[in-house]
């Protein structure tokens, strides 16, 4: 088992604890800090309530992926696969996370704001709240901060931890230092604002595709299959990293919290898996560090770097 230091991992990838320093102002004297709503004591959690927005989001769309047995077309299982590495592979693993969060390579600001836009699809929140939530779990990994840690639950750290009414201000203080860099950009405001109108656009072309192509039949089947089943299929998936990958599996790196690499959660989650990788070194491009450790996502930025659309592609310097 390889140990790496704070000190080691720093010098390797100046860049690998995004956002930039400057968006983690000193803090404040110990005796002056009191509790924030994404590092709170844990009987502060529930004391706003529930995100009733949040609660209601998620009911619907379990709700109706539970429909999709009943609609089942081997075209819609077709779109479901499509639209399930579209969304999930391109939209979170590849835009909202390595790119957005951690800037492990550039690419061309359309680019950019389409992988944005496939991430929003993919029904886990819009790219700037899904950003300053995963920096900040960096910033307080498995410790006292951390929004999702298996420490506090394993139900918790999966799904559990989306319904407490976040507490304003401090919503927007978490969101202004941790997302400082997206809320300069007008579409990723967009983006923000916008969140639910872009699934139920998705919805209603999914439906008429299949009821004009074939049938009504085939226009559900898009529509539970395609939208509902394809993001709550995603969402567990990507939840398995917060979840799973901090609870079980194997550790390549001494690091200061509980990631492990776990092998099925890298595969279905298009490499993200191997998530003791990616907190050793969080700015690294490549999450699979051994031979065994596919890593699909990489692989797409390697094929679009090929392509000339991406570029400074953050490797180790040795």
Request: hydrophobic share 45%; proline share 7%.
């Amino acid at each position: 088992m390889s140990i790496a230091t704070n000190d080691e991992l720093l010098s390797d990838f100046p860049v690998a604890l995004l956002p930039p320093a400057e968006m983690f102002p000193p803090a404040e004297p110990a005796a002056t800090v009191e509790p924030k709503p994404w590092m709170p004591a844990k009987k502060l959690r529930w004391s706003n309530g529930l995100d009733w927005p949040a609660v209601i989001w998620m009911g619907l769309i379990h709700a109706g992926a539970l429909a999709a047995p009943f609609f089942f077309t081997w075209k819609a299982l077709g779109l479901f696969l499509l639209l399930g590495w579209i969304t999930g592979g391109l939209g979170i693993c590849l835009g909202y996370h390595r790119l957005l969060t951690h800037g492990s390579f550039k690419t061309f600001p359309g680019m950019r704001r389409l992988l944005a836009l496939l991430g929003t699809l993919a029904g886990e929140g819009p790219p700037i709240t899904w950003t300053a939530v995963h920096r900040l779990h960096h910033r307080h990994s498995d410790a006292d901060g951390d929004p999702h840690s298996p420490r506090d639950g394993g139900w918790w750290s999966h799904i559990l931890w989306l319904f407490p009414r976040p507490r304003d201000p401090d919503w927007r203080r978490m969101r202004d230092r941790y997302g400082k860099d997206l809320l300069k950009d007008s579409f990723m405001r967009l983006l923000d604002k916008t969140f639910l109108v872009w699934h139920f656009i998705l919805g209603g072309l999914l439906l008429a595709a299949g009821w004009s192509f074939w049938d009504l039949y085939t226009g559900l089947s898009f529509l539970s299959w395609g939208l509902c089943l394809r993001m709550v299929w995603v969402m567990h998936v990507t939840w398995c990293v917060n979840s799973a990958s901090h609870i079980w599996g194997y550790r390549n790196y001494e690091t200061k919290d509980n990631s492990r690499n776990l092998w099925w959660v890298g595969l279905l989650a298009y490499g993200e898996g191997w998530h003791n990788n990616h907190h050793a070194f969080p700015g690294r491009a490549r999450h699979g560090h051994r031979w065994w450790e596919i890593d699909a996502t990489f692989a797409v930025i390697c094929l679009m770097e090929r392509l000339g659309l991406a570029w400074q592609v953050l490797r180790p310097k040795r």
